[in-house]
């Protein structure tokens, strides 16, 4: 469950996808005859001999904890993992039938397309034979670089067909003015998860490991030992220098302070040497009226890199920007080295996905809509959607009902509150209108080519929009997705088709098991519009200072509660959980959990014959073990290290009970007393919404 911002899809699909490195395997792995298990909740996940109020994760969770462990595959297996996995199984049967099937149905059709590039995907001969064909024009291209314009006009092209470098862009809605669509930059250029690998000798090794994986690249690419060795010097010297004057995630975070708005040719004048019109014009956006920059220090210094660094460091580094964004699709000797960096290294994953569900990843992210329609014909009923509907209307009563008894805010403020929630809305399951692919062209031969083109159609659809209204049917998940968002801008939640399965959303289960998953899901993003940030957005989504002085303290001394509460959390001896980043997310759980019993109860009030023991518990301890078991998780070091330090949400385990700490009802349910390793003092419960 994020709360998200929205990034050019072309920008970040293909660095995104290296993370997914391919396996070198010729033949698909045979799939089972039936998908995996449905996880969803049961009492034989529990250990009962665990005191609930000793360790309630272990006592929700740890007979689960015990027969899970990580699959080789796998950084990490969890009830979202499980469930993912699960899912990528129903999909992998959509796709073997239009793979199947492509050659007999209507070109351009969503069925004809996803069959297609599924069978490219597959195709590992074909790759192999290719060899470093799909890319040599683009070597060719860096090499031919005499200037400065000839850099910005290359970069330019990159960032349409999704190779990143340099910096971020984005076209979404403006901030201040959540009507139309702006021009975003922001910092970027690094190949690492985060500065911090840079910067941080906890991460020394992984730096180490970086250049010499760097240079190995090199090497495959045809280099002579000395020449990769000093290249891959010349990317690890500027991307550390990006990371110097890179914010930090806990930064990134501030909206206000990342809202930097430059009119006309303002932002060309304070960066020279960044050749913004040949950059805008390449990406056919000729002199947009203004541009939202992020991070204006990170572009000063830019500058100064790009004015002062011969052009050979930047061929260098662009060289490497496009192998490490292709890497993944290339012959084996490529795709291996770089999973043995991005998979093995910097998550601790033994072993790569079976190739079929590692070409799902690349569907999904290429042909997002046309895989969801297939799969929302199949797989999601017209059922579902009303009792979602339903559990949502539920949700918002009680949230409206909170906002207007909250006793530490005053009228002022609460008006606006109130206002703000009168306009809030729901998406369920899938658009209404799935977009149309009709015009990106794939090839049954042509991998690499199939992921570059959907790039650069994604990337010229939000650049088209630049400065026209915002289309408010847009989804940004697509439907097969195991997750859901709240987005500020058009204050709404969202819920993808592929979340509302077991163990989130189960219709043959009680009340108290829904309420407990997908209840507490639903109270989470509506709290997302009244967490750190989400409150900073008005009833139009703009961000905008709707709280009086008085109010915005009490709310911050509140949340404070909450941010000192999950530093003491200790995922690794000395790494600790960063409650300033986790902040939002561990907000909206704190209300999501709250939200959702009071929910609960007021279904149980209202039918009392549900007040009853199942498996011998009751509603109120199966609510709260279906939420604990919700966030079951068995993690690798190396991926909890990675993920502490650039997730803005808690690990799963501090997320099974860290909200329940601040929450009565737990303590009178399993009966936690003073002393209790579960126990926290009433004067340190955060109490927001």
């Known amino acids: 469950m994020n709360k998200i911002t929205f990034p050019s899809r072309a920008s970040w699909l293909l660095a995104g996808l290296t993370l997914n490195a391919w396996g070198a395997d010729s033949m698909p792995a045979p799939s089972p005859s039936a998908p995996p298990r449905v996880p969803a909740f049961s009492v034989t996940y529990m250990d009962r001999t665990v005191n609930p109020g000793s360790n309630f994760y272990q006592f929700a969770n740890g007979q689960w904890l015990k027969n899970n462990p990580v699959p080789a ?12 996995e699960r899912n990528w199984y129903l999909i992998h049967e959509i796709l073997e039938d239009a793979g199947h099937a492509s050659s007999a149905l209507p070109p351009q059709s969503p069925r004809r397309q996803v069959g297609d590039f599924y069978g490219s995907a597959m195709d590992t001969n074909r790759i192999e034979a290719l060899g470093l064909q799909p890319i040599a024009g683009d070597l060719e291209r860096i090499n031919r670089i005499q200037t400065k314009r000839d850099l910005f ?33 922001g910092q970027g250029g690094l190949s690492l998860p985060d500065r911090d690998y840079y910067l941080k000798d906890s991460f020394a090794d992984k730096l180490q490991q970086y250049r010499t994986h760097v240079q190995k690249m090199f090497t495959l690419l045809g280099e002579k030992p000395v020449a990769a060795e000093a290249d891959a010097a010349t990317v690890v010297i500027l991307e550390t220098e990006l990371a110097k004057v890179s914010r930090s995630r806990v930064d990134l975070r501030d909206p206000n302070k990342n809202y930097n708005k430059f009119t006309g040719n303002e932002l060309a004048a304070k960066t020279p040497a960044l050749l913004w019109e040949v950059y805008f014009s390449g990406r056919s956006l000729a002199s947009p009226a203004y541009e939202i920059v992020g991070q204006p220090e990170f572009f000063a210094a830019l500058n100064q890199m790009v004015a002062t660094r011969p052009l050979a ?48 990843h690349i569907i999904d992210g290429c042909l997002g809509e046309a895989l969801g329609q297939l799969y929302v014909e199949k797989y999601f009923p017209p059922a579902a959607k009303a009792r979602m509907n339903e559990l949502v209307e539920n949700l918002k009563s009680v949230f409206h009902d909170r906002l207007q008894a909250v006793p530490w805010m005053t009228a002022a403020t609460r008006s606006k509150a109130l206002a703000k929630f009168t306009r809030f809305t729901q998406k369920i399951g ?31 659809r939000e650049i088209a929009r630049v400065g026209q209204a915002v289309d408010r049917t847009e989804w940004h998940m697509t439907p097969e997705t195991v997750n859901a968002y709240f987005n500020p801008q058009q204050n709404e939640i969202v819920f993808p088709a592929g979340i509302l399965q077991p163990p989130f959303f189960d219709v043959t289960l009680d009340d108290a098991v829904n309420y407990g998953g997908i209840g507490v899901v639903i109270g989470h993003e509506i709290t997302h519009g009244y967490d750190d940030q989400g409150r900073k957005h008005d009833a139009d989504g703009n961000l905008n200072d709707w709280w009086t002085e008085a ?33 939002g997310e561990n907000l909206a759980d704190l209300g999501g959990v709250n939200v959702a019993y009071e929910a ?32 079951r998780t068995n993690i690798r070091p190396a991926e909890a290290q990675r993920l502490v330090t650039v997730d803005p949400h808690s ?3 501090f997320r099974a ?33």
């Open 73 to 84: 595959d796998k950084s990490r297996w969890a009830a979202f993992t499980e469930l993912a």
């Open 153 to 185: 006009a290359l970069l330019a092209d990159f960032h349409q067909s999704g190779i990143g470098g340099f910096f971020g862009t984005g076209f979404g809605a403006d901030e201040k003015d959540s009507s139309i669509y702006a021009v975003e930059l």
């Open 313 to 360: 460091d930047w061929q260098v580094y662009l060289r490497w920007h496009l192998l490490h964004g292709s890497a993944a699709f290339l012959p084996a000797a490529f795709e291996e080295e770089n999973f043995n960096f991005f998979g093995k290294a910097l998550s601790g994953q033994p072993e790569q996905e079976p190739r079929w569900k590692r070409a799902a």
């Open 430 to 460: 899938c658009p209404d209108t799935f977009r149309d692919y009709s015009k990106v062209t794939i090839a049954r031969d042509d991998l690499l080519g199939n992921i570059r083109r959907a790039a650069v159609f994604e990337s010229r």
């Open 551 to 583: 109010d915005a303290k009490e709310f911050e001394a509140r949340a404070k509660l909450v941010e000192e509460e999950y530093d003491a959390f200790e995922p690794l001896p000395g790494l600790h959980v960063n409650g300033k980043l986790t902040l």
């Open 600 to 631: 609960l109860q007021r279904v149980l009030a209202k039918d009392p014959a549900k007040r009853k023991l199942v498996d011998g518990l009751t509603p109120e301890e199966r609510f709260f073990i279906s939420f604990a078991q919700v966030w």
């Open 651 to 653: 690990p799963g385990q």
């Open 657 to 689: 009970y860290g909200p329940l700490l601040n929450v009565p009802a737990f303590y009178d349910t399993f009966h936690i007393a003073p002393g209790s390793p579960m126990w926290r003092a009433p004067g340190q419960r955060a109490k927001v919404w």
